[in-house]
């Protein structure tokens, strides 16, 4: 008897594990990891943020390159960095709710989720982005109220199909950054990185990404775009 409830605890375990963790299905509602499409259309997504001491790093090699991004940002770090809000939506960007405090959305009262959420798209609005505005939970982590909500509330949620770890120090040079996000890339994909709070190794692979995509014929898009 004990060994089987040690068994369907393993199981129900792994499967709920699973539920929060896979990055192309949720329980309720739509979501995306990357589009089916012949075409080399890619979308360049940036989580977190933003942070004004590296708006020049990020901003600039987009405007230079003329490529339009996605920007997932937390609606404290919104609030705070005002100056960077206003350069992204200037630049034509796209802007995307990445919850108020990146907290874990996993185990989280409906309330909660709907302060996170709603919270964060009153300063992304009051910042003057009148674009579409879908959502990305933290660590791409969701298990029954977020989607619920996301359901309810007919929003979208964006994840990834290319993404090396940035976060957590995988990638030990910019070079090495570039060479795995580019050997991954398909047409349609979205790639993840997180380049703010200093993270230079990021910074450094956003132009060599880029120009080496482009070389490849790939075209870049927001994520909207990308979808439609
Ligand atoms: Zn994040």
Redesign the pocket.
Known sequence: MGSILIVIALVVGYGTKRVIQTRSWQITGDLVSRVETDERVVALTF??GPTDADADAVLDVLADRNVPATF?V?GKDAEQNSSTMQRIIAGGHEIGN??WS?RSMVFVSPSTVADEIESTDEVIREAGYDGPLTF?P??GKKLITLPMYLAEHDRLTVTWDVAYED?SGKPQSSQNLTDATVEDIRPGSIILL?PWFGRTTTQGAIGPVIDQLQEQGYRFVTVSELIR
Do not use: E, K, V
């Open positions: 989580d977190d997932y937390n990445h919850t990146h990305r933290p660590h976060w997180h």
